[in-house]
């Protein structure tokens, strides 16, 4: 995916949301094999709503931007279990949603 389509809100990507959730599963598909090694392996941890309830674990899960879109929101990575693809949008920072660490 382009970094100009990377930075565009709503869903986009064709197989982007799959090699994100999934940490090295090969496939096979008419004699040709290919395998999702994003090395990320993201879990579908569900999010942790404003009034402090757990909602949508094992379904879909959203990751926090490093980028704030405002001062009260910031940018999210929204994956689901029944799409192929990514969402970008903008959400109250007041949400629990799910992080990845890197180390330098």
């Known amino acids: 995916m382009s970094e100009a389509q990377q ?4 869903w986009r990507g064709t197989d982007e949301g799959n090699k994100l959730k999934e940490l090295a599963k090969c496939y096979t598909d ?9 090395g990320f392996g ?3 941890a569900g999010y942790r ?3 402090g ?3 949508s674990r094992g379904t879909h899960t959203y990751l926090w931007s490093s980028s704030q879109s405002s001062t009260t929101n910031a940018w999210r990575r929204f994956l689901h279990s029944g799409y192929s693809t990514v969402y970008r949008d903008s ?4 949400y629990g949603f799910s992080l990845r660490c890197l180390q330098d």
């Not at 930075?7 to 709503?10: K, L, N, P």
């Not at 008419?30 to 994003?38: F, P, R, V």
């Not at 959400?91 to 007041?94: G, Q």
């Open 42 to 44: 993201a879990v579908l």
């Open 30 to 38: 008419g004699g040709q094999t290919s395998c999702a090694t994003s």
């Open 7 to 10: 930075d565009t809100s709503s």
């Open 53 to 55: 309830g757990f909602y």
């Open 91 to 94: 959400d109250s920072k007041a």
């Open 49 to 51: 709503g404003i009034a």
